[in-house]
Nanobody, 115 residues
Framework: QVQFVESGGGLVQSGGSLRLSCAAS????????LGWYRQAPGKRREWVAS???????VYENSVKGRFTISRDNAENMLYLQMNSLKPEDTAVYYC?????????WGQGTQVTVSA
């Protein structure tokens, strides 16, 4: 089993920045690719970015150039640096493996971007 605990969300003005953190515990050695996902009110959960164990990263088009995903394998930590935030980035952000492990969803962390 693997557990993910997200933190770092908050309320920020449009154009601001936040850094999200995700602490992984349990059988983390079985996970090679980690990802950030988000779910806005009334919408389905969507993939935001993912990163392999070696550091190769891929981003959803709407966040490319604004968000940076990173990981610390030694500390079992995943991060998402979010810059130039927009109101449409408002959502609950989650971390999980890629492909998704449905049983691994945590509580997420709320990000709210005001106009």
């Amino acid at each position: 089993q693997v557990q993910f605990v997200e933190s770092g969300g908050g309320l920020v003005q449009s154009g601001g920045s936040l850094r999200l953190s995700c602490a992984a515990s349990g059988r983390t050695s079985t996970i090679y690719t980690l990802g950030w996902y988000r779910q806005a009110p009334g919408k389905r959960r969507e993939w935001v970015a993912s990163i392999g164990r070696g550091g190769s990263a891929v981003y959803e088009n709407s966040v490319k150039g604004r968000f940076t995903i990173s990981r610390d394998n030694a500390e079992n930590m995943l991060y998402l640096q979010m810059n130039s935030l927009k109101p449409e980035d408002t959502a609950v952000y989650y971390c999980n493996r890629v492909p998704i492990g449905a049983q691994y969803w945590g509580q997420g962390t709320q990000v709210t971007v005001s106009a």
